[in-house]
């Protein structure tokens, strides 16, 4: 016999999430935001990754968020998603 | 009443053209489309009422609407006014029979449609409801019901000489057919489809004899009373025969009364009232409905208890909140978890109904932006919310707060916390090894929750010391790994015995992080005998443990004792310095639970504590109950 059950997820539709950002493939000159996550060790990598992007002619911008245990706040997002082209967020340990 | 009423009519016709004739069986001779069964319809007084009390329009259009009224307004207002007259006259002419309902003032509304109201507005008219009849006999009954058995044949024959009489069974077609053979009917009755009828009238018993009128209940016998049931049938204009029927003979349980079919009828009122709104997942016939559930993705790994529409109405049924509301927002996705959402997955989790509140108020304290919940879901840290209930309401849910509180054996303490992480799982969208980054995880992640022991604790409740008032039950969410045994069978007062928990609490995480962590004792009753007797309070304990998980900087320092991890040297000034474990005595939680023997006491973790971290969350029960 056919048994019927409740969804019990959010019934989110999955077609309707944010579509991603064209890639910057082989462009010069991008500005480009390093978003530490506060973990330790956390900026050494990303102090050798904006010497590479440097090297590479990109602007970096250095960003962090307050705690590595909370998503950033939507503050931080939009003012990455305005002056930037585009992130790069950093795990550690 | 009647009299008034035909004396209305009559002066009411005056006004109308000569009225249109009848066939025999109400057919409207006069205008051939006019075709009007007058016999089948009847005044809904309710909605003609409201019609004319607040002068609007009532509703909207629907099958209600006659077929009189539809037809004949296209030939004009008055072909219509003179269709209706003849209706109600001949509603009016029929008797008691096929009265209209004792409050219908018929001729009253004819002669507002034929003169004042009804021009050029359709819906301004009286309604007309088609009914079988005016009046009329319905006989639930079942198939395997012996007094069914016993009254049917002279329902039958009550219904062959003419009388206005359905018998309806609440049984299947088949079992139907075969009582119909076994009791000798000439016909098999109709069937009781989706039990509508038996969910309208909802007798205790069969044999239940309604008598209608116009649709509305006028009269009623459950069970086989031959003196009762002789009367209804005079009322309603007929005989029932009463050749070998018993004076007095009772009924058996109405199939509503039996607990699936009121579930299944619960459910269905439920969805119909948009008490439950959940979309239907439909597993087939050749599916085995636990593989199915894993398969699509809704399970923690173990079996759940399949979330029919009828368990979690029942599961409903134990909160007053409406199934509707927004408990929380579930990271990582953010899913609302309504009431209904978290039933649902207390049902899957294997929750008895009693300890929804709980859930409802753990889901609700885990999605306080103080919990971080969402950094608790992606962090590679083993930790997962634990939950405590402190109070009377623990108990009365049947959770376990003695011997084995913190393990398996105990449904209430197993499934609670299973039930808040299928609601993160499920609604919020954190799934082990995907949005879950856990490195390792720890058995507790299933679902963790335990009650608290107070009848011989030496404190208040955990909740009770962080907010909830003191006669009701909370909960304290608190972002938990595994916890460990703390023994010492030699502690006989607590200076000592604060020294041992001291040590155990030192080691959270790694002996030479400070500050990072909270830590929660739960003191067995031994353990807390020593603290009771003693007369230390839950501020001297923790004021006592604070002070004695402090430890020189030079042995916490990175490199010390050769262990890598600790405090950087840079933030070192003086090696003599003392550096508390904790960043305050608040940040040690007590509780008290487990069996009668065993001087231990349990040591959780936290993960990362605090404004940095998730900070443990105390809410009370009972907004949920």
Redesign the interface.
Known sequence: ????????????DEATGRPLAAPLTGRDGARIALLDIRKPRGDVFLDELERLLRERGHEVERTAKP?????APADLRREIAERCDAVIEALA? | MRQRGVDRKKAAVGELEAPPTLAADGTCLQRDDCAVQAAGLEIDTRLVERHFDDGDPAGSEDEDLGTAVRLAERRGPQAAGQCIGVLLQDVADRGAGVAPAADVQPLEYGVDLSSKRMIGHRDAIVRWRRVRRAVEVIALVKHDCETCATLAPALEAAAAAGAPVRMVSQSSEADTRAFAQRVGLSATPEVDDDLVLSERFDPDAVPAVLLLDGGVERDRVEGLHRARLEALFETAGATLPRDGLPDLKPGCASITREPEVAARIAARRARADGRIRARELRIGELEDVFEALHERGLTDGLPVVPPTPERVVAMLEHTARDPQEVVGVVPPYGGEATVEKVAINAVMAGCAGPELPIVLAAVHASCREQFALHGLIATTHPAGPLVVVSGPHALEAGMNAGGNALGQGNRANSTIGRALQLTVRNVGGGRPGVEDRAAHGQPGKVGAAFAERLEDSPFAGLAQDRGVPAEETGVTVLAAEAPRILVDQLARDPDGLCASLALALESIAHPKQRLAWDGLVVLGPEHGRIFREAGWDRARVRDELFALTTSPAGELVRGAGGSPEGVEARFVTDPEMPVAKFAAPERILLAHAGGDAGLFSMVYGSWAAGEIGSAPVSESVEPWR
Request: aromatic share 6%; net charge negative; charged share 35%.
């Open positions: 016999m056919e048994v019927v059950v409740l969804d019990p997820t959010a019934e989110r705690t590595f245990t909370k998503p340990d």
